[in-house]
C-alpha cells in the first residue's frame, strides 16, 4: 500500500465515523425538539428510562425510535471513531511493511481496548 | 434544556471547534466553562460533554489533516504509545494522588510556556538541520506542504527521548485531571522535538481523539455522558472543526501561534483556579 492510500483509507475511516454520528446525532436531536427526548417517532409504549445519561436497553429503544436513543447510539458512533482509525492503521502499517510501526499500533490499540473496557 | 439554550450551546460549541481545529486542543476549556457557567449545566455532565467535544474536534479536523499531510502519522502513532500508557497511569494514580497541587504546578508550566510561545513568535518554521540517526531509524522526519508558503517544508523530531517523556507527563496528567492533553501535547511537540508549528496542531488533533477515547468509557458508565448536552456540542463542535481544518492550510504558522497563546494562557488560569479552589 502506497503512503497515499494509507492516508486515504485513514481519512475515509475518520469521514465515515464523523459522518454516520453527526446524521444519528443530528436525527435525534431534531426529534427530540419536536416530540421530547424521551418519547416514541412510531408512538410505541414502553418503558421510560430513568434518565438520558442511561445507555441501557439501547436496541428497544432504538426500535422504538426514541430520540435520545438515536442520538446515544450516534455518541458511541463518535466515541468509537478513533478507536477504529488506530485499527486501521494497524493494518495499514502492516501492508505498507513497517513492521515498527504495526508492531506500535497495535500496542496503542491494545491498551486503548483495555482501558475503554477494564479501567473503571 | 430550552431551544434557546440548546441554540447558545449549538453556538458556542462551533467556536470551541473551530478554535480547537487550529489550536491543536480538544476545546474543553470553553465547553466546560460555558457549560457551567453560561447555562449551569452540572460539573459532570460539562465534563462528559467534553470528552465528547475532544472527539469530534479531533475526528472531524483530523480526517481533512491526514488527508491533506498536515497530520505527521508516524509521529502521532509513536508518540500515542507514551500518552495513552501515561493516561492509564494517571488515571489509576488519581485515586492516591494530591490533585491541588498537581493543578497549581501544571497551570505555572503552562504559563511559562506562553512565555516561550512568545519569544518563538517570529519563527515561521524551525531552522531545519539533518535528520538524528534516531530521527532517521524512526522515521520521524518528513515535509508538509504549506500552501501560505507555496512550498514543501521539510522537517525532522529532535531531543526524541525527552519529547517522550514529555508525551508520557501530558498523557499522565490527563489522565489525572482531565485537562490540559491538547496543549502539553502541542507544547512537547513545537517546544520540544521542534516540529513546525502546523504540523504540531494538526498531529495534537489527530491524537487527542485516542486519550480521549481511552476514558471515555469511564465516562460512559458514571452517567456524565448526556445526549440532552452532549448532543448540540457535538454538533457544533464537528461543525466549528471542519471548518478550521479547512483554515489552518491557508494560514502561517505565526497565526497559529497567535491562535494557541491565549488558550495556552487561559488554560494556564482556569487550572491554576481550579487547584485554589475556585470551582469551574
Known sequence: MTPEKFRGVVSTVLIVGVGISAALIGTGFVAALAIGWQGSLIGAAHAIQPSTTDFGGLPGRLAALEPAAIAQLGLLTLLATPVSRVAASVVGFALERDRLYAAITLAVLAILLTSIFFLR | ?280
Open chain 2, 1 to 280: 434544556m430550552t431551544p434557546q439554550a440548546d441554540l447558545g450551546i449549538f453556538a458556542i460549541s462551533i467556536a470551541a471547534g473551530l478554535i480547537g481545529a487550529l489550536a491543536g486542543v480538544g476545546g474543553g476549556i470553553l465547553v466546560i466553562p460555558a457549560l457551567t457557567i453560561g447555562f449551569g449545566v452540572d460539573i459532570h455532565l460539562a465534563v462528559g460533554a467534553s470528552i465528547v467535544s475532544v472527539i469530534a474536534t479531533s475526528s472531524g479536523a483530523a480526517a481533512a489533516y491526514v488527508r491533506d499531510r498536515m497530520t505527521d502519522m508516524r509521529v502521532g502513532m509513536f508518540l500515542e504509545l507514551a500518552t495513552t500508557t501515561g493516561a492509564v497511569c494517571g488515571a489509576l494514580l488519581a485515586a492516591v494522588v494530591a490533585l491541588a497541587s498537581l493543578y497549581v504546578l501544571l497551570g505555572i508550566v503552562l504559563l511559562g510556556s506562553a512565555a516561550m510561545q512568545v519569544s518563538r513568535m517570529g519563527e515561521e518554521s524551525p531552522p531545519s538541520d539533518p535528520p538524528s540517526p534516531l530521527a532517521a531509524r524512526l522515521r520521524l522526519e518528513s515535509s508538509y506542504p504549506d500552501r501560505r508558503l507555496g512550498r514543501e517544508v521539510p522537517y525532522s523530531a529532535r531531543r526524541i527521548p525527552l519529547g517522550f517523556v514529555m508525551m508520557w507527563i501530558a498523557g499522565l496528567v490527563s489522565g489525572l485531571l482531565g485537562i490540559g492533553s491538547g496543549v502539553l501535547k502541542v507544547i512537547a511537540m513545537d517546544g520540544v522535538m521542534r516540529l513546525p508549528m502546523k504540523v504540531s496542531s494538526a498531529t495534537s488533533n489527530f491524537m487527542i481523539g485516542v486519550t480521549a477515547a481511552a476514558s471515555a468509557g469511564i465516562y460512559l458508565g458514571r452517567g456524565d455522558v448526556d445526549p440532552q448536552i452532549a448532543a448540540p456540542v457535538a454538533l457544533g463542535v464537528l461543525t466549528g472543526a471542519l471548518v478550521g481544518a479547512r483554515l489552518l492550510q491557508r494560514i502561517s504558522n505565526r497565526s497559529v501561534r497567535l491562535i494557541f497563546l491565549p488558550v495556552l494562557v487561559v488554560v494556564g488560569l482556569e487550572t491554576i483556579g481550579r487547584g485554589l479552589g475556585f470551582g469551574l
